[in-house]
């Protein structure tokens, strides 16, 4: 059940990088959480796909090079995961992040996994 998360968060990602928002919405609950800013949780649909839209436009490329974690219990999983991101501003200038994804999914009753919280940005309380 571990890599059926692990391939849902994948999935969901080559959506947004290809910018297929529709596609990136279908991977998220109805009542899915986002932060697409440290601290600063967005919900609707509208919201959601304004927010994957405008990272889509920077045409990221995201990396998870040291690996996932997942724990689950029931029908919720936990997803965590360092990310690094390379892309390009509406400017031309090239772009770089990175940072600590924290997920929770709900498994669905056809078995397949939604994302319920999306925190990219979880690494940003450590000290």
Excluded: C
Aim: aromatic share 8%; proline share 7%.
């Amino acid at each position: 059940m571990e890599q059926n998360v692990i391939d849902t968060v994948s999935a969901m990602t080559a959506a947004l990088e290809r910018g297929d928002i529709d596609a990136v919405l279908s991977y998220y609950v109805e009542d899915a959480v986002v932060a697409f800013a440290p601290g600063e949780p967005t919900r609707g649909e509208q919201q959601l796909r304004d927010g994957f839209a405008d990272f889509a436009a920077v045409r990221p490329d995201f990396r998870y090079d040291n690996g996932h974690e997942v724990m689950i219990t029931g029908d919720t999983a936990v997803h965590i995961a360092p990310w690094t991101m390379r892309g390009t501003a509406p400017d031309g200038s090239p772009i770089a992040e990175s940072g600590l994804s924290v997920a929770t999914l709900r498994q669905q009753p056809d078995d397949s996994w939604k994302i319920t919280l999306d925190n990219p940005f979880g690494g940003r309380l450590i000290p």
